[in-house]
């Protein structure tokens, strides 16, 4: 059996590893880095960033523990080169273990001539290969709206933000979704002054009003300023800057312009039409829960598929699929369940959920028991002088289950693990209470919670 992947971000990447360990001929397709998207534009090097600005901002909880003298100034060169260091071992790493596992890496633009067909254009000309089975996982990219005229000098999409050669004085965000409010923390983090531009009433409208409200009030804090309830519809490029012209009549002004509003899918060009795959009106491509297109063996995973938008989803699609490809549907085969997915907002307090939300449960007339802890009630919290955030655990008050919950404070992305556990296996709050966490962490705020 040869199984064909086009597309070597996290979903690509682990369906071919994992398809390979199990068996079966593995060809990877991929016409840029191994690793993705995701390794070369969006969660690595924002991460990276956010560590280096995080590293500055710790070094004011430092100096309120006893450590004098403490100050810091970034070296934006160290930080690009740190990057590109970061994304070249990432780079290595994937290619040594997708070579171990015998799996044959063609660079190219993959598409499909036929169901059963794949061609790559490559650097030396193309080539085909019969597929039994095919994953398209060829992912996303920023949306780049008419009305923004990105130049990528003074008003950048994403991927022109980052690393950069210098800093914004004053950068202007338009977005207010995980991903702007990540380069606003990103940015501000790093000394540049931030406007943010929040269509509705608060940033991460889809997120706990609670879990918002503790974000705006940290990026207030920091001197960010919010246009709340305005539509960007148009920017202007002067020699004092840029201009960003909202539907209410506001205007932002500062030295450049973000725009992140969302992301499209990579499907033109696979030959989707010419192979009979279903694509829907915005270019996703739709799939069951074996991740199947219209066509039994043709597969989409990651944020073609147009599920949740995550790497660690693309990751668990991409297993899922190499499972299915080489043993089919059985007894212990799982699903990916995309409700229990959690994710995590890495700004400052770093911000998580999990599950059933409240506002949901509220608006489906759910029962749910919602038990909150702030994190200055943590000994471990107050002992590393930062007890900003809180635990919020939901459960069914009938039976005790964790359906869901949010954290707000450091680490964050870390605790929510224990949540999703629970989420996923169905436990009990008195499961999460009776794991006895370690004395003093941050963990014993969720075991709190859960009582
Ligand atoms: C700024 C930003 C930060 C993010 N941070 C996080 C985060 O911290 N955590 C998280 O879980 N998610 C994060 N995400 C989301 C995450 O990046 C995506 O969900 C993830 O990359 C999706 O993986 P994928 O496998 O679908 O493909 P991608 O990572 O998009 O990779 C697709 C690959 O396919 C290749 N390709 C495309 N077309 C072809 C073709 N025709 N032939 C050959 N190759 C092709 C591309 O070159 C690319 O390498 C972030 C997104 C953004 C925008």
């Not at 000309?125 to 095919?134: C, E, L, N, Q, S």
């Not at 606003?184 to 608060?202: C, K, Y």
Request: charged share 20%; proline share 5%; net charge negative.
């Amino acid at each position: 059996m040869r199984f064909v992947i086009i597309g070597g971000g996290p979903a690509g990447n682990r369906a071919a590893t994992h398809a390979a360990r199990l068996g079966v001929e593995v060809v990877l397709i991929e016409r840029d880095v191994v690793g993705g998207a995701a390794n070369l534009w969006d969660c690595i090097p924002s991460k990276a960033m956010i560590a280096t600005g995080g590293a500055v901002s710790a070094l004011g909880r430092i100096a309120g523990m006893g450590v004098t003298d403490v100050h810091g100034t970034v070296d934006l060169e160290v930080v690009r080169s740190r990057i590109s260091t970061i994304i070249g071992e990432l780079e290595r790493s994937n290619e040594s273990i997708l070579a171990s596992q015998g799996v044959e890496v063609v660079r190219g633009d993959g598409r499909l001539l036929d169901p059963h067909t794949v061609a790559v254009t490559t650097a030396s000309g193309d080539r085909t290969f019969d597929a039994d089975a095919v994953l398209l996982s060829t992912g996303s990219r920023p949306r780049v709206p008419e009305w923004a005229s990105i130049d990528r000098d003074r008003i950048l999409a994403t991927r022109d933000a980052y690393p950069p050669d210098h800093l914004p004085d004053h950068l202007v965000v338009v977005g207010s979704g995980v991903t702007g409010v990540e380069f606003v923390h990103m940015f501000s983090s790093f000394g540049s002054a931030v406007t943010l531009i929040v269509s509705r009433q608060q940033v991460l409208p889809q997120k706990d009003p609670e879990v918002a409200a503790a974000l705006e009030a940290d990026f207030l804090g920091r001197g960010v300023t919010l246009f709340k309830g305005a539509r960007a519809v148009s920017t202007e490029v002067s020699a004092g800057g840029v201009t960003v012209h909202c539907d209410d009549g506001r205007e932002a002004h500062g030295s450049h312009a973000l725009i992140a509003v969302g992301s499209i899918p990579n499907s033109e060009g696979l030959g989707l039409e010419e192979a009979g795959v279903v694509v829907d009106a915005a270019g996703y491509v739709p799939v069951n829960r074996h991740c199947q297109t219209n066509l039994p063996h043709v597969f989409a995973a990651g944020d073609l598929s147009g599920k949740l938008p995550l790497s660690s989803v693309a990751l668990m699609q991409g297993q899922n699929v190499a499972d299915y490809v080489v043993r089919g549907h059985t007894a212990s085969h799982r699903h990916p369940n995309y409700d229990s997915a959690p994710s995590a907002i890495f700004t400052e307090p770093q911000i998580a959920d999990v599950g059933l939300a409240e506002a949901d449960a509220f608006a489906q007339g759910r029962k749910i028991r919602v038990t909150k802890v702030p994190f200055a009630a943590s000994s471990r919290a107050v002992i590393d002088n930062d007890s900003r955030g809180f635990v919020k655990i939901i459960t069914d008050p009938a039976t005790g289950i964790v359906l869901g919950g949010s954290i707000v404070g450091r680490h964050a992305s870390e605790l929510i693990s224990v949540i999703a556990l629970a989420v996923t296996g169905r436990l009990h709050a008195a499961d999460i209470v009776e794991s006895m966490p370690v004395h003093p962490t941050l963990a014993e705020a969720l075991a709190e919670a859960a009582e």
